[in-house]
């Protein structure tokens, strides 16, 4: 592999690994991490290893404020700076290895699959995303755990209502703007698939998988969803590794653009 620093458009540098196929191939999949977690994760490791062992490229990298990217400031913006992150990255791959964005894929994981369907809104010609137990939202995962941590539900509306102030005088923005439906309204037919974990207590995926259900119907867009049974956040993978190494790579396989060469 290749270790990479990539500028993003205000100057963040960010640690990236791009790993080539063995067979030249224009096919690459990105691999954006979790929340508190980064490239070196088992996780992304792992699923670098399968994708790569399928014939396809892989770049991994760390979002600023995680791993060894820059880390101005320590603290995650739900998926906004992430997001442009992702897609200097994505710029990178285009300019640096002259692969065209119809043969760049990405597979994100929990906050890293709210980083890449806000990543559809942004940039239109992102051609295919597997997001793998995603939130929705903030609020709706900062409500999940307050619960979680048995704050009282009284209490619930007060803290999330000072976060998101919190919030909006640290970023500049309001979280709620920034949710999967920027990315299901944006879809415009292009591919999504949607795994969740049925007992994730982290993201519950009553919580989220309906929302995301009536944005797409709504939206009339399609939206492959994948429901695990007696999984939870973290620890469904082991228990599905056949499954991954069969659907997800057929799902890029299927969506990313044959002109390979």
Not at 138 to 156: D, G, H, N, Q
């Amino acid at each position: 592999y290749q270790h990479h620093r990539i500028q993003t458009t205000d100057t963040i540098q960010l640690d990236a690994w791009w790993v080539p196929a063995q067979k030249k191939t224009k096919k690459t999949i990105i691999l954006a991490h979790g929340l508190r977690s980064s490239k070196h994760g088992s996780r992304p490791l792992y699923l670098a290893g399968m994708y790569h062992q399928a014939g396809f490229n892989v770049l991994l990298f760390d979002y600023r404020n995680h791993g060894y990217s820059s880390c101005p400031t320590h603290k995650h913006s739900v998926g906004l700076y992430e997001s442009d992150d992702l897609l200097s990255v994505k710029s990178w791959l285009e300019k640096e290895k002259k692969i065209p964005s119809q043969n760049i894929g990405v597979h994100g994981i929990s906050l890293g699959g709210l980083t890449a369907m806000i990543a559809l809104y942004k940039d239109k010609n992102l051609a295919a995303v597997f997001a793998e137990t995603p939130a929705y939202d903030a609020r709706t995962v900062a409500a999940t755990e307050l619960k979680r941590y048995k704050v009282p539900s009284i209490m619930s509306p007060i803290i999330i209502s000072m976060e998101e102030l919190l919030m909006h005088h640290r970023l500049g923005m309001d979280v709620d703007e920034y949710t999967a439906k920027m990315g299901i309204d944006s879809l415009n037919n292009r591919p999504l698939m949607v795994l969740f974990a049925k007992n994730d207590t982290r993201v519950p995926y009553y919580g989220h998988f309906k929302k995301m259900i009536f944005d797409a119907q709504t939206a009339r867009q399609p939206l492959d969803i994948i429901i695990l049974e007696g999984a939870d956040h973290d620890g469904y993978m082991e228990r599905m590794l056949a499954w991954y190494e069969k659907n997800a790579i057929d799902f890029f396989n299927k969506y990313l653009s044959a002109n390979t060469k």
